[in-house]
């Protein structure tokens, strides 16, 4: 008795961690299993909808799925956009289950950030699916693990990928990136950058991550431009899970995480989940350690075909940066290079996210359906820096007015700087879709409300004049920010044969932006707004050369509102901004795909013709600013491709890649490649599993040459590099043992540069390894 009510404690206790407490009452019910496939090709499909009147699940990425039915439940019936439904009696007879594809079958559109179909849908996209995290992923942020898919490339200021990293897409980055999690917008609102160390982990929840090139719709207007991401979390698992998993690997990197699956609740309509993650890692570079915390919990409901999710995602990151890049000769020693230039100070950064999101799928009737994603994210935190021989003026620091500004130039002091900002958006995105014989439509809209709210403080003064003056912190500057912004769309699917499908999707994006400081010192008031209105049209069509052979195409246009920072440093800061113009961007796409059971083959020919592009920031050191560089004029074109090969079940090779060529088309620089975009990236991945309980794999990379200015000297490019990660895995029981050797040839490169007076660039880490124990039960 004392045994039991022991292990009954024990349970209960691992419930309450994740804050989720649930009675189970599955008295009568039994577990069907089975395995959906492609009739025509054979291949698993994945993301099918299978449900009885109560409950329901969907398969995975080899289209497996395990469901609890209840002794009253007759039939199951099986959905997938892209196939004709079905309805199979129970007992199941047979447990591989094919389906047919059906002539419409174009997922939800692209706004709503559904899944892309092979053959269906005209755009170039890549998925990765958990196994595949699974086999590139130790402690990295998530651009390190995306960057092994075509036309992508990523870099960190750490070296090592724990801490501040950066994604760009055929050479735009991640400020023009959609960027989603379950389709909630992570672009910040002000900047449309990606603060990935906001969101420690997140890779270890996605049931799968889609990426689409080129264009396209996003649920915030201000972003897709190179591409868009979508992480979509996971909340139902077939089973109730335990996991605790333990890394820890080169520069002090730990990881520590433990993670809940419940079993199915209130006979099958109820799953929920829970995760806590801890990261911390001392970072190649010296001066770039990161602290990184998070949670995900999610409850998801499913009956009668209905489906509801709450998720909450809480990330906390403690960050040492240091922003600045070392010299080439730095770069070239294996012990200088983890230096720092003398004339820097590293920056902390301290700030807290927090993502709330609930994700509805109603069917109306048979041919209608409603969705909807609400959503609220709030942020606080702050960065600082300690600055020497600042001077008055610039921070204010006259506060009894008793200097003249000539003076005030010239008077100097050490001091601790914070740049504070308090922020939070919420919005709704509701799409209905119908659909008949051979016409599918899909419209909606997005309302969201941003305000941001952002001060100075500084303390710490080394004139002692100011130290009696000012005990504690002093406000030098405080600003308020908000945006508005209504998005209407609309997509429609024309199936003109059982070959031939044609799409065309409208956007309409109103955006009304408002800037307000308090007058501080010599910083006056200032009341200034701004409205934006982008019309968005695109027209696409696919066509199946055969039942395995597709081809597609597309073209259309987007276009985004500046940054804050664009129109602040280009404007007078009075009345209506003017000189800082939105971006727009003409995209053509051309695609064949070929899948067969035994090989995979995608190729997609690209060209974008860019206004208004912003090239860079770069760094100002005196005053840790950035100075925005436009071209007016650019193109970005090239080719991608993706092949994947099964000799046997025991090997799989993939290899992708990108050759493109980024582009001034006026001015000065014309015809010259643009800064920090590499012209070939390709990824060779090689998986080896003989068996169950152990495999090898074997990831290389290579990257071609990048210029650092627009006068493209070669003696400061970076050189083409080529890097070779190793991994090992075995499992034993309840227990997966992971071994990685990251450039395992212990490779001396560069990742990233930036001209100031000669190159300065941000190496990349030498030969590290990472060990991960990972227990399930």
């Not at 892309?116 to 086999?135: A, C, H, N, Q």
């Not at 075509?150 to 990136?177: C, K, T, V």
């Not at 897709?224 to 992480?231: A, D, I, L, T």
């Not at 906390?316 to 294996?334: A, C, F, H, T």
């Amino acid at each position: 008795m004392l045994a039991e009510e022991n292990t009954m404690l024990h349970h209960i206790s691992l419930r309450l961690l994740f804050l989720f407490i649930g009675v189970q009452s599955l008295w009568g019910a039994q577990t069907i299993s089975g395995t959906i496939i492609d009739k025509t090709t054979g291949l698993p499909v994945e993301d099918v909808n299978i449900t009885t009147v109560d409950a329901g699940t969907t398969s995975d990425s080899e289209g497996r799925f395990s469901l609890v039915v209840n002794s009253e439940d007759t039939a199951i019936r099986i959905s997938h956009i892209g196939y004709d439904p079905l309805e199979l009696r129970l007992p199941l007879v047979n447990r591989t289950i094919k389906l047919t594809p059906r002539k419409i079958g174009l997922p939800a559109i692209t706004i709503f950030a559904n899944r892309s179909i092979d053959g269906v849908t005209p755009v170039s996209f890549s998925t990765v699916t958990p196994e595949e995290i699974s086999l590139r992923y130790s402690t990295e942020d998530a651009p390190m693990i995306l960057s092994a898919e075509p036309g992508m490339y990523a870099y960190s200021e750490s070296g090592n990928g724990a801490g501040y990293s950066y994604l760009s897409i055929r050479g735009f980055d991640q400020s023009r990136i959609a960027v989603m999690l379950d389709n909630v917008s992570l672009n910040d609102n002000e900047s449309h950058q990606v603060y990935w160390v906001d969101h420690g982990d997140i890779l270890s929840d996605a049931s799968v991550v889609e990426i689409q090139r080129g264009i396209g719709n996003s649920l915030y207007g201000a972003a897709s431009f190179g591409g868009s991401v979508n992480v979509v979390t996971r909340i139902s698992n077939p089973d109730e899970k335990y996991l605790v998993s333990m890394s820890s690997g080169s520069y002090q990197t730990h990881k520590f995480r433990v993670q809940y699956f419940s079993d199915a609740l209130a006979d099958g309509k109820v799953h929920y989940t829970g995760r806590l993650t801890f990261l911390r890692s001392q970072g190649y570079r010296q001066d770039s350690q990161s602290e990184q915390h998070s949670f995900l919990g999610g409850i998801e409901y499913q009956s009668r075909g209905i489906i509801h999710q709450f998720r909450a995602l809480l990330g906390k990151e403690l960050s040492r940066l240091q922003w600045d890049g070392i010299s080439r000769e730095m770069v070239n020693d294996p012990v200088l290079r983890r230096g720092k230039m003398a004339w820097t100070s590293p920056f902390t950064d301290d700030f807290l996210q927090q993502i709330f999101s609930f994700n509805s799928f109603i069917p109306i009737r048979k041919n209608l359906v409603f969705r909807n994603t609400a959503y609220l994210v709030t942020g606080n935190g702050y960065y600082e820096i300690e600055k020497t021989g600042v001077d008055f003026y610039s921070y204010n620091l006259d506060i009894n007015e008793a200097f003249t500004n000539a003076e005030e130039l010239v008077m100097t002091t050490d001091l601790l700087r914070r740049k504070w900002i308090t922020n939070h958006y919420f919005g709704i995105t509701p799409v209905i879709t119908a659909e008949w014989s051979n016409f599918r439509f899909d419209t909606g809209f997005e309302l969201r409300e941003y305000q941001g709210h952002h001060h100075g403080d500084v303390s710490q003064f080394s004139d002692q004049n100011l130290s009696g003056m000012i005990p504690g912190w002093y406000r030098y500057y405080d600003y308020d920010g908000k945006k508005y912004s209504t998005t209407f769309f609309a997509q429609s699917v024309w199936n003109v044969n059982d070959n031939m499908n044609v799409t065309g999707d409208i956007q309409f994006q109103h955006h009304d932006w408002t800037f307000s400081r308090i007058p501080i010192g010599h910083f006056s008031d200032v009341d200034i707004s701004a409205t934006w209105n982008f019309f968005s049209p695109r027209l696409g069509f696919t066509f199946k050369l055969d039942p395995l052979t597709t081809v597609f195409g597309t073209y259309g246009t987007a276009m985004k509102e500046p940054s804050d920072e664009q129109i602040i440093t280009a404007d007078d800061v009075r009345d209506v901004p003017k000189a800082a113009q939105p971006e727009k961007v003409y995209d053509l796409e051309l695609g064949f795909t070929r899948i067969v059971p035994s090989h995979t083959l995608k190729v997609n020919y690209y060209r974008m013709t860019y206004k208004n592009e912003i090239i860079s920031d770069i760094y100002d050191f005196e005053n840790t600013d950035f100075d925005i560089v436009t071209a007016d004029a650019t193109l970005h074109h090239g080719v991608e491709f993706e092949a994947s090969f099964r000799s046997s079940p025991a090997i799989i090779l993939e290899f992708n890649g990108s050759l493109s060529t980024a582009t001034y088309r006026s001015g000065n620089h014309q015809d010259h490649r643009l800064p920090n975009v590499p012209g070939e990236l390709m990824n060779l991945t090689i998986q080896y599993t003989p068996s169950e309980d152990y495999g090898f794999s074997s990831i290389t990379r290579f990257v071609g040459r990048q210029y650092i200015e627009a006068n493209n000297r070669r003696e400061l490019s970076i050189d083409p590099f080529s890097t070779m990660d190793l991994g090992f895995w075995f499992a034993k029981d309840n227990w997966t043992m992971r071994v990685r050797i990251n450039n395992i040839f212990d490779i001396l490169y560069e990742t990233y540069g930036y001209e100031y007076g000669s190159g300065y660039y941000w190496p990349g880490a030498t030969r590290n390894t990472s060990l991960n124990l990972e227990f399930a039960l």
